[in-house]
């Protein structure tokens, strides 16, 4: 109790005109909406879409998750009405649900609050963002009664962080972020917080997000675009490809249709697994990286999807690396999940690459627009987010920035050592 009054004295009382909560900050345009989405070939998570709003029905999540027995909550939401928000986390907790955010889709504001109630959370690097919430302007309401909801609906907020096992500081962090603003959490942050659980395991332990099945009859239903599945289907499958050799064979086994049309010639999905799993045996060190801004997506019946990638390969047995650029396609069909299609150009080869000379040339172009940029524009964070990315590929094959005792200026990519910061 005495936290919260700390909280109630520093952080609230501080900053009254323009804080919390009892009504959303965005105006909600639609209830939140149960869509089933398929995670894998023989599993299905629930979709939360959609505005938090006062007259939402969590009895429907509730009847949903028992009627399908899923255990995975994915949020596409903007925010809403925090109160609200807040049963939706309570009841995914006592549910024993996990949740699980990608930065294809939405989740900020009052949906955070909801996104912590899983007992296992897995998001993304900069998949989920805090600010201020402030009263709506269509609500007349008095400063007294403003205080006096403003104070009991923190400390409700306060005791939801601290039962749910996430440190209260974040509270002041989404104070310190205007209203009309938002602020996305890097991983660091969300591991700091304690908001991510799983947020330290390789990104391969990512399911894949594939096609939504038949709607719930009993709710009205918006499915993800068939261009924001695609790619993040895309984004997961070069995820699943920088893997370990287990997980990418893994993934690969359930990605394609029986019959591929496979670098111009119509393969079997046996054959293509075939020919991959030769690959990683030649190549059990990878990393693949789209470029931001170079794709292109376009959906009807099927999905064509092009993208530039920065691709890196190393042997240890061999001693041998490759490295550099190339073009790829891919047809994906939105209502099986699967590719039907694969194609790809070289744009470049790195001669005489003994590290990965064209993913560490696309980490410095995304750190100068991090550093460059104005700190707080979207697109800067954005930048900041996906150096953070590849950092983290570049982590997993044991290579790292900077060494002790140097100065900032000093730092390069080097394979990593035991004075590497790491």
């Not at 690097?125 to 609500?139: D, E, F, T």
């Not at 991510?196 to 499915?223: K, M, W």
């Not at 999905?269 to 990393?287: Q, S």
Request: proline share 4%; aromatic share 10%; net charge neutral.
């Amino acid at each position: 109790m005495k936290l919260v009054k700390k909280y109630l004295r520093t952080s609230v009382l501080a900053s009254i005109s323009c804080l919390l909560l009892l009504f959303s900050t965005l105006v909600a345009n639609a209830k939140i909406e149960i869509t089933p989405i398929s995670i894998s070939e023989s599993k299905i998570a629930l979709m939360l879409s959609g505005s938090f709003e006062r007259n939402d029905d969590i009895g429907q999540l509730r009847s949903v998750v028992q009627t399908l027995n899923v255990d995975t909550i994915i949020f596409n939401s903007p925010g809403g009405n925090i109160t609200k928000a807040l049963e939706y986390g309570t009841l995914i907790r006592s549910l024993q649900m996990n949740t699980i955010q990608l930065r294809s889709f939405e989740c900020a504001s009052a949906c955070s609050l909801a996104f912590i109630g899983g007992v296992s959370r897995y998001a993304e690097p900069g998949s989920i963002g805090v600010h201020q919430s402030s009263y709506s302007r269509n609500v007349d309401i008095d400063s007294q009664t403003a205080v006096a909801s403003v104070q009991v609906l923190t400390s409700q907020i306060i005791i939801y962080l601290i039962e749910m096992g996430v440190d209260p500081e974040l509270l002041k962090l989404s104070l310190a972020i205007a209203a009309d603003d938002i602020r996305y959490l890097t991983k660091k942050e969300m591991a700091a917080f304690n908001i991510t659980t799983v947020g330290s395991e390789p990104r391969s332990s990512l399911p894949v997000l594939s096609l939504p099945i038949t709607p719930i009859a009993s709710a009205p239903q918006r499915s993800p675009k068939g261009e924001e599945l695609a790619w993040a289907f895309m984004q997961n499958l070069f995820d699943k490809w920088s893997s370990e050799n287990t997980s990418a064979l893994r993934f690969v086994r359930g990605a394609y249709s029986n019959n591929v049309n496979y670098y111009g010639t119509v393969r079997t999905a046996n054959d293509v697994f075939d020919e991959k799993a030769h690959f990683t045996d030649r190549w059990p060190i990878r990393i693949y990286s789209p470029r931001y801004g170079s794709q292109t997506i376009t959906c009807a019946a099927n999905c064509e999807i092009s993208t530039i990638m920065d691709w890196y390969a190393y042997s240890p047995s061999r001693k041998k690396h490759a490295s550099g650029a190339a073009s790829v396609q891919f047809t994906w069909n939105p209502q099986t999940g699967l590719i039907s299609s694969e194609n790809s150009t070289v744009l470049k080869r790195d001669r005489k690459a003994t590290k990965p000379v064209s993913v560490i040339e696309q980490w410095h172009e995304e750190n100068g627009a991090c550093r460059g940029g104005i700190g707080d524009e979207p697109a800067t964070e954005a930048a900041c987010i996906r150096r953070e990315i590849l950092e983290d590929k570049l982590s997993l094959i044991d290579w790292c920035y900077g060494k002790k005792n140097e100065y900032g200026y000093q730092h390069q990519w080097h394979k990593c050592t035991y004075q590497s910061y790491r």
